[in-house]
């Protein structure tokens, strides 16, 4: 009998909740219902997601980043068909494949000139765990450090660097020397420091957790102390990296040259998991350098070729179509008309990022009806507010957007890459629309508001 996925597909159709609520992640079926968010999409085009209805819904959350390229990018579809029509002889293990050195080649072309090696994973934890070995292998210490809310994955090696307790909370204990520090703060990395037994200092540019950037001088005061201390600088790049923010790295705004980079995501071409760790060949050298040593940390999957493909084909729309100087002209354009609403609007506090990573910040307003229902709503739970602004701009206006962490009153957007300026100004014509609702108290999105609070409190 033959096998027809898409006949399958449509004979189940509508079943999307039911199979998870029975059979997967019933919490998470609980969260879409409660916020509004329960679709079932049926397309992916570019920078929208289309459900059964045909309604078309505009994607800034991107797969937490993944789809830099869109949805179904047309040169990516092309090289995964091309690879899966050539019959190659994949993961053999005991062999030297074309594609993944094709792809670190090209990857360590977009890098410092100081890294010449590449790793292949199957995605942005893994990388960072790659990374965690290294670190350790090749300095001798076991110390590391990571800052306050930081988010390097959560499998537990980059669960012992994750800064926000809500994920940590009950898998301790986890490894052990790993110590967090407040993001941005010089002075408590050179303390830290001092002892000279830090492996290394993990960080992200810039923290998906809140969109929080550091002073202009952070990086390259803690590149001297990681020099002058010889511990190794690894930049986490899996959400910031391939244009995310108008470079092809974060850093490269900062100017420095990291020991170790991971990357992800967005290296996938929205198609297959894949993640890399680029570093220095000392450090490589280090960790296999003996025969015996040559299969010490691999991954089954991490050379396959569809992930290969994705990747050089990835980054070859990216140069292309010009989408990393696309991405810094779109996050000007975003910035520029965003920035007024901050004075418009009490509740709205400041627009930060870099390119398209921007983080939106409420905080609470002055005006004592305002100030009465922000209070409520904190009062719950902290961070509620930012969820009268998700969830509108969902219901109302087909916009999928994200709160940027837990308590925090911080909207994250993460457009796809290719974004237009009448996307921009349909994002923000919402956002206004909405954040003028949140300006009447009381209102229909404070009646919202309150059903929220009633859920907060049944929970705690």
Request: proline residues 4%; charged residues 20%.
């Amino acid at each position: 009998m033959s096998f027809n996925l898409l006949q399958e597909i449509e004979k189940r159709r509508g079943e999307n909740y039911r199979l998870h609520r029975e059979y997967l992640n019933a919490q998470l079926v609980r969260v879409l219902n409660t916020i509004g968010y329960d679709r079932c999409y049926e397309r992916g085009e570019g920078a929208y997601l289309i459900d059964g209805k045909g309604d078309r819904y505009l994607d800034f959350l991107s797969g937490f980043g993944v789809f830099a390229l869109g949805r179904n990018h047309p040169v990516v579809k092309k090289a995964l068909a091309d690879v899966l029509d050539a019959d190659l002889p994949a993961l053999v293990q005991f062999d030297c494949a074309l594609l993944p050195g094709m792809l670190a080649e090209a990857l360590l072309a977009k890098a410092p000139k100081s890294l010449d090696r590449c790793f292949f994973a199957n995605s942005g934890t893994e990388a960072i765990e790659a990374a965690i070995k290294f670190a350790r292998y090749a300095t001798g210490r076991s110390r590391i450090l990571y800052c306050e809310q930081a988010f390097h994955g959560l499998t537990y090696g980059s669960l012992s660097l994750n800064g926000a307790k809500e994920f940590r909370q009950g898998f301790e204990p986890l490894l052990p020397e790993c110590e967090s520090i407040p993001f941005g703060d010089i002075d408590a990395l050179a303390r830290a420091m001092a002892t000279g037994d830090v492996a290394a200092f993990f960080f992200e540019p810039i923290q998906g957790k809140g969109v929080n950037l550091p002073t202009d001088s952070y990086f390259t005061e803690a590149q001297r102390l990681c020099r002058q201390y010889g511990t190794l600088m690894v930049a986490d790049e899996v959400q910031t990296g391939l244009g995310r923010t108008g470079k092809f790295f974060a850093f490269e705004h900062w100017g420095i040259e990291p020991d170790m980079i991971a990357i992800a995501k967005a290296l996938s071409g929205g198609y297959v998991p894949v993640g890399a760790v680029l570093c220095r060949g000392a450090i490589f050298e280090r960790v296999f350098h003996r025969m015996d040593r040559a299969l010490v940390h691999g991954s089954t999957f991490g050379k396959n070729p569809l992930a290969m493909a994705a990747g050089l084909a990835t980054l070859h729309v990216l140069e292309a179509e010009n989408l990393i100087e696309h991405a810094a002209r779109m996050g000007e354009a975003f910035t520029k008309v965003l920035q007024p609403l901050t004075e418009k609007y009490e509740c709205f506090y400041e627009v930060r990022g870099k390119g398209l990573m921007l983080g939106l910040e409420f905080r609470a307003p002055r005006s004592l009806q305002l100030k009465l229902g922000w209070t409520m709503l904190e009062t719950a739970q902290k961070g509620l507010f930012s969820q009268l602004i998700t969830v509108p701009l969902f219901q109302r206006h087909r916009i999928l957007t994200q709160v940027a962490g837990h308590n925090m009153n911080v909207i994250k957007l993460l457009p796809p890459l290719i974004i237009t300026e009448q996307e921009v100004s349909a994002f923000v014509n919402a956002f206004e629309d909405v954040l003028a609702d949140c300006h009447r108290y009381p209102g229909t999105i404070w009646d919202f508001g309150s059903t929220l609070v009633k859920q907060a409190l049944k929970r705690a």
